[in-house]
């Protein structure tokens, strides 16, 4: 057993891509994101946290922070070398890069996600799904790789290329070294974290939420999708959701950007995410814009949700 803080090799996140065995361009992609976000840190920590003066293509005021992060992600993705298309929750178009897809990716983020909890220094991250090919609009189950960041006390990036999940922290020298591989969740779990107002929560989500609280699982929610899914991730346990709420049947999260790449981790950790009736991994994307109502964390607790919603509403 090694001693904590006593580890006498770090396995940074290159040398881990390659030890699974992740090809080249993909392990390029990968670490292409992870330095970008070394610039996103120094953003968050000393940028202005002010308002750009524009908005994005949900019509929301925009951050100067989310409009640097957006820039500085587009313009590492760009010279990669290894992607055909981008898209981010920032711009309201397909991005192309490059018009040969042969051996490249797609790329859809959301550059800093949680702009609403900047003001009050709360965790924010960064989230990324990645498809071969040029297509952004497919169903998520045919990713191959899917990550976020997490700009909390300490940077932490989590990833999977569908070979399991793995947690990295960044270092003093701003490296992520590896501290968790194979994250794995249990059948069930006593956190919950649910998004969206409670009184406009439907019949089923609401009964399923006084079943959580009879049960005794303890209310987590910080506000923030990053932070809140990798809590359930990495205690293993809990459910986060975002309903379908009285006025606004597909809830608030966005499909593309956030809930796929989401639920790829959140499956490959064991776990499962549903909209109430359907797997969000099994959705086919009608617009860049699309949200879902989103279940996600222990496959039995996503299944006790997804029975009370089927009988509730
Ligand atoms: O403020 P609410 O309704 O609790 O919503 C919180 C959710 O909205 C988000 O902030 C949406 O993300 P953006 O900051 O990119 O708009 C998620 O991070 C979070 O899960
Ligand atoms: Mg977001
Ligand atoms: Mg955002």
Redesign the pocket.
């Known amino acids: 057993m090694v001693e904590p803080g006593k580890t006498k090799f770090q396995i940074d996140l290159r040398r881990h891509l390659r030890e699974v065995g992740e090809n080249r361009d993909l392990t390029r992609l990968i670490c292409e994101i992870a330095d970008a976000s070394k610039y996103i840190v120094n953003s968050i920590r000393t940028g202005d946290l002010g308002v750009a003066g524009t908005s994005n293509l949900y019509g929301?005021e925009q951050l100067a922070l989310d409009v640097l992060s957006d820039r500085i992600l587009r313009k590492r993705l760009t010279n990669s070398g290894v992607v055909a298309n981008m898209l981010s929750?920032e711009t309201p178009d397909i991005i192309p890069v490059s018009s040969d897809y042969e051996g490249k990716y797609s790329v859809a983020f959301?550059p800093?996600?949680?702009?609403?909890?900047v003001d009050v220094n709360l965790a924010v991250g960064t989230i990324v799904s990645i498809f071969e090919g040029g297509n952004l609009l497919q169903p998520g189950r045919n990713q191959v790789a899917a990550m976020y960041i997490l700009y909390g006390p300490r940077n932490t990036l989590v990833y999977s290329t569908g070979r399991g999940v793995h947690e990295f922290a960044m270092n003093a020298l701003m490296e992520y070294t590896l501290v968790r591989e194979n994250v794995t969740m249990s059948q069930a779990g006593g956190i919950y974290a649910p998004?969206?107002q409670r009184n406009l929560y439907s019949a089923g989500t609401e009964a399923f939420v006084q079943d959580l609280e009879a049960r005794g699982a303890k209310l987590r929610?910080s506000?923030?999708?990053?932070p809140?899914i990798n809590q359930i991730l990495m205690k293993g346990k809990g459910i986060f959701m975002?309903p379908h709420l009285k006025n606004a049947a597909n809830g608030?999260?966005r499909l593309i950007f956030?809930l796929n790449p989401m639920a790829y981790l959140v499956e490959q950790a064991g776990g499962a995410a549903s909209t109430g009736s359907v797997s969000i991994l099994d959705l086919q994307p009608q617009s860049i814009e699309d949200r879902a109502p989103v279940f996600i964390g222990c496959k039995d607790d996503v299944a006790r949700a997804v029975d009370f919603v089927t009988r509730m509403g």
């Open positions: 929301e929750e959301d800093l996600d949680g702009s609403s909890l998004g969206g929610y506000g923030g999708f990053v809140d975002y608030k999260l956030e």
